[in-house]
């Protein structure tokens, strides 16, 4: 704990502005910096063999042995909330660790020029914003493992509790059933089958927040390389003076230095682009993925709160559950927005450039970086949807009619059976 304190308060820039995912996904099977060895790669192969396969395999058959479309019961939607989850990570674990070395090379890039701070570009603003947005990312990274810890606790602590106060014959499974090996109670089958579930939950559910919140991570820095570049342009010429030093009033030399910086700024310009372009093609399809299935899961996950009273240490399960969800869509849509924002506003801050009397090359440049600037870059999912605030009521909003939608119907079919007793 000192040293996480340590961390965050630290007032210097860290070199690796990813130090805590990197190693979490590292311990779990998925390097992406370091190069791999023989042993790694086995290790790796058989952590994500095991989550990936084995265990949503496990989940899919549970699936067809529970699941009922005409009987909206409580095991029914565990079950198919547990599928969706377990489906939805196995997508998104596949589609990194595919790209692992791509993203790797991303993060790599964003340490080195021209993305690295320089003072003599922005003075100390450049290392500051790196700064505080390491920080906004560790402390989201933190709370987010909080709700995730409080989440899995919690359902842990009632599955033990109940193997405490009720006979062994009624024991069940903490998160959702598991009719192979489990349905025998005797010991040691149920112990073996309740710590090897609660293992896999707690891999799969850290691996798969990690890999959620680096990516909006590598999304805030490439928004604040924008930012970065904004800045750069409205003091051009004061920096271009600057150098010129006793000889700032002579408008030659000025001009000469304005337009040496310009070019480097105009390859920072076409970098960072190019940048968020290779951000848009490696995380477009998972982001796609995640979005259709955390709709169905969020509803799902309302569906289930419902069912329980308020107050119950269930109710707080499925609470803190619906938040995991919401806030790590609700982190791709924030940063993504961010990012959207800040490259927009390089169409201003060119237009604030005091080009006035400048070369006619200062003020065809501008009239580039204005021209490009406003068509905003994007992150989306699939190509379908930008990645905004928009975004994220939409995804919410939606997951809140197919709640009332599986409610009326449970409802319908709750009337129709008291309607037969009858």
């Not at 949503?56 to 029914?76: A, C, H, R």
């Not at 709709?295 to 308020?310: D, G, K, R, T, Y």
């Amino acid at each position: 704990m000192g040293n996480l304190i340590k961390k965050l308060t630290e007032p210097n820039l860290p070199s690796d502005y990813f130090r805590m995912e990197v190693p979490i996904l590292r311990y779990l099977g998925i390097e992406m910096l370091r190069d791999e060895t023989v042993g790694y790669r086995v290790f790796s192969l058989v952590s994500l063999f095991n989550m990936v396969v084995i265990f949503l395999g496990l989940e899919i058959y549970e699936l067809f042995v529970q699941f009922n479309l005409e009987k909206f019961s409580k095991p029914t939607i565990n079950v198919a909330n547990y599928a969706i989850t377990h489906a939805m990570g196995t997508i998104e674990l596949m589609l990194m660790y595919i790209n692992r070395k791509k993203i790797g090379k991303i993060m790599t890039s964003l340490h080195n020029p021209p993305f690295a701070p320089d003072a003599s570009r922005s003075g100390s603003s450049e290392s500051r914003w790196i700064r505080e947005t390491v920080l906004i990312t560790e402390i989201v990274y933190i709370v987010f493992s909080i709700f995730l810890f409080i989440t899995i606790t919690s359902i842990f602590l009632e599955c033990l509790y109940f193997c405490i106060v009720k006979p062994r014959d009624e024991w069940e499974m903490p998160f959702a059933p598991m009719s192979i090996g489990a349905f025998q109670k005797e010991w040691p089958i149920f112990e073996i089958s309740v710590v090897y579930q609660l293992f896999e939950i707690i891999a799969f559910a850290y691996i798969t927040l990690t890999s959620y919140l680096l990516m909006s991570a590598i999304t805030a820095h490439i928004g604040i390389q924008f930012r970065i570049m904004a800045n750069s342009l409205r003091t051009l010429k004061s920096r271009a003076k600057q150098q010129a030093g006793a000889d700032r009033d002579n408008e030659t030399i000025v001009n000469k230095n304005m337009e040496v910086l310009m070019r480097s700024y105009i390859k920072h310009h076409l970098d960072v682009l190019n940048l968020a372009e290779e951000m848009e093609s490696l995380c477009s399809l998972m982001i796609l993925f995640i979005f259709l299935f955390s709709v169905l899961l969020m509803c799902f996950i309302l569906f289930f709160a419902s069912l329980e009273p308020i107050g119950s240490v269930e109710f707080f399960h499925f609470f803190f559950y619906w938040w995991c969800i919401a806030c790590q869509i609700g982190s791709y849509c924030y940063w993504g927005n961010e990012l959207s924002d800040e490259s927009e506003k390089i169409a201003q801050a060119a237009a604030e450039i005091d080009w006035i009397g400048s070369s006619k090359i200062i003020t065809f440049a501008v009239q580039m970086i204005i021209t490009r600037a406003q068509q905003p870059v994007y992150i989306t999912a699939g190509k379908f949807v930008p990645l905004s605030m928009p975004t994220l009521m939409m995804l919410v909003k939606g997951s809140f009619s197919y709640f009332m939608v599986l409610k009326q119907t449970q409802d319908e079919n709750e009337l129709r059976q008291l309607t037969e007793i009858s």
